[in-house]
C-alpha cells in the first residue's frame, strides 16, 4: 500500500519524471519517475482501463483491467 499520494498529485504520477511523496510533494529519493508512465502507456496500448485510489497517510491501490480476448 504504501504512504499514499496527496489527491492533487494523482493526476501527475503517470507522466514521465514525475514523483510524489507523501507530503504531496516532488520526491528527492532514488527512481526516475519513469514507471508508472511506461505502465499506463502499454496500458493504453491494450486499451486497458487503469487508475489509482489513494488516501493520503492510508495508502494506495492502483488497478487495471484488461478485456478478455
Do not use: C, N
Amino acid at each position: 500500500k504504501g504512504p499514499g499520494i496527496a489527491e492533487e498529485d494523482l493526476e501527475k504520477i503517470w507522466h514521465r519524471y514525475e514523483k510524489a511523496s507523501s507530503r504531496g510533494q516532488r520526491s528527492q529519493g532514488a527512481g526516475t519517475g519513469l514507471g508508472l508512465s511506461i505502465s499506463a502507456e502499454i496500458l493504453e496500448k491494450h486499451k486497458a482501463l487503469y487508475g489509482v485510489q489513494s488516501k493520503l497517510y492510508e495508502g494506495s491501490t492502483f488497478w487495471f483491467e484488461l478485456a478478455i480476448s
